[in-house]
């Protein structure tokens, strides 16, 4: 894989990067050869650690000649993957600089921002890293094309195109949601707590609320099988209630570990603005920002 460092340069933002990179490696294969593509752009090695204090790094120069990236050793297979491209975001985005350590350190909920405060700016560099990570990994128009090719939304294919893509089903959960062409969203529980919804801006706000039971009378609650269960719900049992009677397609599947996958389907037509209105706060919640929510 030969990649002109001197192209790259010019661009700034994540997608830009990410964009110039599939002009000039069109035939990216997939699964992305995320090792392999660091290398072509001057990662001289990839060195895996034992340790708790991070889980990813970056040893660089500010000119960005070479780099070495730093893995927790410890975490599983695809989350190295992501940790890999993360880094190699902050390596490629010229602008980002580390702080006063003078190298990138990156713990496990800088893994987990996906949105930043405009002043904070090692928020926004560790956003950018991972918004790199996640669309090199799964390049938007291929993800999309796979996407249309399965149809409508299903927990099914989340786990079809994480095994495809050789990411994490979260990871790919929250691409899923994104840019699928029906209007879904994707929230996780553990032990039977809402711990994360995934969603577009578009999807209706999401009543239940992070750290908070599941809603007795949904799907989510009562399914303890394997494999995928979907029925349709009284849409008041997530969202605000039209005056007229309606409802929603939810969809469950368990995960490992107590965790539970929740796929949410509104009808594009069954909303008249109202939910609008209601809809101030955009409900990504992460880790590491328990309960915050950011006005849109
Ligand atoms: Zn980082």
Redesign the pocket.
Known sequence: MQIDRVELADCTSPERIIAEILRQVPDLPTPVPIEELATAVGITAIHRMTTDNFE?GLITQPERRDGVILVNGKANRLRQRYTIG??L??YLISAHQPGDSGQ?A?SKS??NIRKADRDNRSQR??AE?NRFSAGILMPVIKFKTDMRAQGGPDLRHVVDLAAKYDVSKEATAIHYSTYHHDLCAILLSQNGTLRRIYKPTRFPFVEARIGTPLPHNSLSARHQTDGVESDDVDRGVWLANLHRPSSIREQALNLANGWKMTLLVVDDSDDDGEDELRDTFDVWENPRFPGKSRRR
């Open positions: 990813g993360h880094e975001g902050h990138f990156c800088d893994m560099m560790e890293a």
